[in-house]
Each structure stands twice: as C-alpha cells, then as structure tokens.
C-alpha cells in the first residue's frame, strides 16, 4: 500500500469556503499533508471581475509551487471559473477543479434532467455551470442564481438560524419553482450551510456538494489510498487577518486544527 507522500497538498480558496472541501479531504486521508491558502483581502472573489480572480489567483499557483506541493485543488468554483486551464499550464502538478466534479455527479442524479446552480455573482456571470452541464447532455435544462449574500455569511460564520434560513430560502425558492430535482452548491461557502439547505429544499430534491465528490478524484487520478489516524494540522495561510481567519475556521470546522500564517501582496506576488 503506497504511503502518504512528504509532499502536501494545497487548497485554495478567496476564504472559508473551501474548508467545507478539506473537511471531507481530512475525513479521507487524515495522514495527508494539507496546505490551505485564502485571499482574504480580496474575499468576496464573487463581487470581482473575473480578469482581477484570475490574477490573483494565478499568483497563489505560484506561491504553492514554491511551497513544493504535490497537487493543487482549487476549492472555490469563482477562481476555476477565471482560471483552471492557465493555472494547469504554470505548473507540472495536478490542478483540480470543483466544478468538473460537481457537474458529474449532477449530471449522474438528475433524473428529469432540470438542475439548479447557486453560485457567487461572478461564476453567475461567467456560465461556466450551465455550459459544462449542457456539453454533457445538451437537453438539461439549468437554472443559475446567485446568492452573494450567504457568501458573506458565512465567511463571517453565520451558518444557521432565522437570518441564514430566510436568505437561503430567497435564494432556492425562484430555483425550486422551476421543477429541478437536483441543486449544485456551486460556490464552497454554501455547504456550511447544508443543514438549512437541507431543511429549506426537503427530501425530493438531491443537493450537491462538490467538496464530497474530490475525495474520489484524488484516490482515481492521484491513487491516494483511504487511510485512518489522526491529522496534523493544516498549515494555513491568508491574505486576510490570521487571528481572524483561525477563529471562524474553529467555529466551522471543529475538528481540523488549523495554523494560519499571513502571507502578503508585494507587486503582484505573494511572500510569506
Ligand atoms: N468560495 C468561493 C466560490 O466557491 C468564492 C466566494 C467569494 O469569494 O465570493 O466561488
């Protein structure tokens, strides 16, 4: 049975979001090596044009080559929306995005073929959702909306009660009225939420969460094995306060220990 490698593996995303892949990624393989980086300062990535994501994070590509990782997951769908296959092409790792896998398995569900995405304004804009789900099966029919305000609430850690079930409600109500059986929580803030989306959206409709189906990528495509045992903690970094960061990291995802490092915007690079 191959051993876990030295070598780590890297998470990005604009904040917290893409805890909610990590934290089936540690279930998996908690003898990994997890490196997690967030543009803080720059969060919310939804609000910005796709040009500014995609550099911003094309630098984040480079700072994890220097950092010697051995892949790259891009936990937030806003930058594989800017940037996949040129953050593939500046480096020889693997690079995985969220939505390939999101958009399979939605694909595999649907049973009447009507799917909604729920996404940040920017991934909205750039149709990614809707054209990498009609290239697979040109008959589906997809219904996109973007719910800017529950990403910045759970940045914040806002990830239940009144406020939090009367926005997701908003959100999903226009998408749920246009008959789909299966929801894509296209932006990685959004599982944080998945206790009220589950009570807001009820039994017959499926949800997907892309950060459950990278697990099984990793084991195919990377042949990382399964293992058990308990995890180091992740090496962290953002852009945004590290204090900050760590505290509403602890508050949504309990069990993985997190060390949050500032990492600093000098010319357009990133340095520690
Ligand atoms: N979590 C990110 C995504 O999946 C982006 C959220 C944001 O910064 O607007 O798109």
Known sequence: MPLPSARPIALFDSGEGGLTVLRHLVEYFPQEKFLYAADSGHFPYGEKSLEEVRRWFLAFVDFFNDQGV????IACNTAT?????EARQRTSVPVIGVVEAAVN???AISENRRIGVLSTEATYRSGL???ALQNRDPAVYVVSKPCPVLVIMAENGHVDGIQVED???QCVSPVLAEDVDTIVLGCTHFPHMRQVFN???GDHVRIVDP???IAPYLSRDMRLVKTSGAQPPVAAWTTGDPALFTTIAAQLCPHIPVVTRPLHWRGGKLTD
């Open 129 to 131: 959702y809707p054209r």
């Open 199 to 201: 009570r807001v959206v």
């Open 167 to 169: 926005e997701v409600r």
């Open 70 to 73: 051995r892949a790259i997951i």
């Open 211 to 213: 950060g459950e189906e």
């Open 105 to 107: 398995r939605a694909s």
């Open 81 to 85: 929306a800017a940037a996949l296959e």
